[in-house]
């Protein structure tokens, strides 16, 4: 006891020698909801965590040349004009435990469900220099999903970044979970990033995946539509940092970030009250960078471990050239596109076939599936191509060779639809496939 007392007096004594105690100090010049300026912080730097008023956190996201711009990402009391705001020296970082697998949490730690923080918290960097191309390779393993439209037609492989994207109440995020579902027992890490939801729709999920025995592999890390934009702007940066920590062990990780649109209008409106100049639909000039920063992440390592990447976004009317999502679909490998027409008549998944793409393909697909999804692409597409034409024509008027052609394309597409929560292996996909043609 008398050791561990001496240790900290001579640590104390050091400290004051080097001037390691002298704390920057600055001052609330003006509060805007979440974002304050702040005057008399000279020496600071971008993401420094900063301590305001009674407890209140936050990290410095604009440096001028007069005032930084603080953000507040925990607010522990009211925050006035004057109020004092201390320098910390460290960079926010996002704090995480290796024991929140199958639970809900969120940038700090804290279990939303009961509210305790988890002990033994790891502190991760909210940002990490991106992996080199000599460490990464080849992304050649599949990934499966269990979804026979996926894996047979757009398959995703472990390091692949694939977009899912469609209107709203299309089955997007249901393909996501199908995946995590697909996933028990197969070794693969998951991460569920919930970007602005409801706490009933984060609530429903888990209770989704709780009962398929899918959190036991999972975390589920939420930022809530009622949190502030600075942190959901920063929770999807933590899931991916997270999924870097797995992917350093070794270990294969699948991170699902639903939806980049909400965080994109999350980022537009800190950067507004910054003050940063308005470019198309006002959303920042850096909007580009602000998503391809994140999905950069995806990878096969050269370690074994990978990061497979699916990001949601949604639409609005079907229409996948607004400004958000091609800024992602030129980022990504590839996209999912889920029809709103498809849905409502029942074809579920709703892929739209003629849409999707991926841009890996064949690559991460075993011989044989690769086989049969070639011959299936071809023919469902031409299928798809001959009904929109022939829709409301008498099909038996047509030729023997129409008819057989749609009577086939017609049975391919129903050997597409499946069941929620319904997984398929790469062998019932071929043998219900091969059943199809055989029928022939």
Do not use: W
Not at 230 to 239: D, E, K, N, Q, R
Not at 383 to 389: H, M
Not at 407 to 436: C, N, T, V, W
């Amino acid at each position: 006891m008398e050791q561990y007392v001496e240790n900290l007096v001579q640590d104390t004594i050091r400290k004051i020698k080097n001037k390691e105690n002298v704390q920057r100090m600055g001052r609330v010049l003006k509060v805007q909801n979440y974002i304050l300026e702040v005057s008399g912080l000279e020496d600071v730097s971008f993401y420094e965590r900063v301590v305001i008023g009674e407890g209140s956190e936050g990290y410095v996201n604009g440096i001028r040349r007069n005032e930084v711009t603080v953000a507040i990402v925990r607010r522990r009391g009211d925050i006035y004009v004057n109020d004092q705001v201390i320098a910390t020296g460290e960079t926010f970082r996002v704090s995480f435990a290796e024991e929140s697998l199958g639970h809900v949490t969120d940038l700090f730690g804290v279990d939303r469900s009961c509210g305790k923080t988890f002990e033994d918290l790891i502190s991760l960097n909210i940002e990490n220099p991106n992996i080199p191309i000599m460490d990464r390779t080849a992304v050649c393993r599949p990934l499966e999903t269990g979804i026979a439209g996926v894996d047979l037609i757009y398959p995703i492989g472990k390091g692949q970044r694939q977009l899912i994207i469609g209107d709203k109440k299309t089955g997007k995020t249901q393909i996501a979970l199908d995946t995590i579902v697909n996933q028990k027992g197969k070794d693969v890490i998951c991460i569920y990033v919930s970007v602005g939801k409801t706490k009933k729709n984060v609530k429903t999920l888990y209770a989704e995946l709780m009962r398929r025995g899918a959190m036991e592999y999972t975390h589920i890390l939420c930022a809530f539509n009622d949190d502030t934009p600075p942190v959901i702007f920063l929770t999807p940066y933590a899931g991916v940092s997270i999924a870097e920590y797995y992917l350093m062990q070794g270990k294969d990780v699948l991170v699902v970030i639903d939806d980049l649109s909400r965080h994109a209008d999350a980022y537009r409106e800190i950067s507004l009250l910054t003050g940063k100049v308005p470019g198309r639909d006002a959303y920042p000039p850096d909007i580009f960078y602000t998503h391809s920063r994140m999905l950069e992440k995806g990878c096969q390592h050269r370690n074994g471990g990978s990061i497979t990447i699916l990001p949601i976004v949604e639409t609005r009317g079907g229409d996948i050239t607004d400004y958000i999502s091609t800024n992602i679909i030129s980022i990504t490998d590839g996209q999912l596109v889920l029809s709103k027409k498809n849905f409502d008549k029942g074809e579920k998944p709703a892929i739209s076939y003629g849409l999707s793409v991926s841009r890996l393909g064949g690559a991460v697909q075993t011989p044989e599936v690769k086989k049969l999804g070639a011959r299936v692409r071809r023919e469902l597409l031409s299928y798809l191509e001959t009904r929109a034409v022939y829709e409301l024509a008498n099909v038996d008027e047509m030729s023997p060779e129409m008819q057989a052609r749609i009577r086939r394309g017609g049975r391919l597409l129903a050997g597409l639809g499946q069941y929620k929560y319904s997984p398929m292996s790469h062998e019932e996909i071929i043998r219900r496939f091969e059943d199809i043609y055989s029928q022939e």
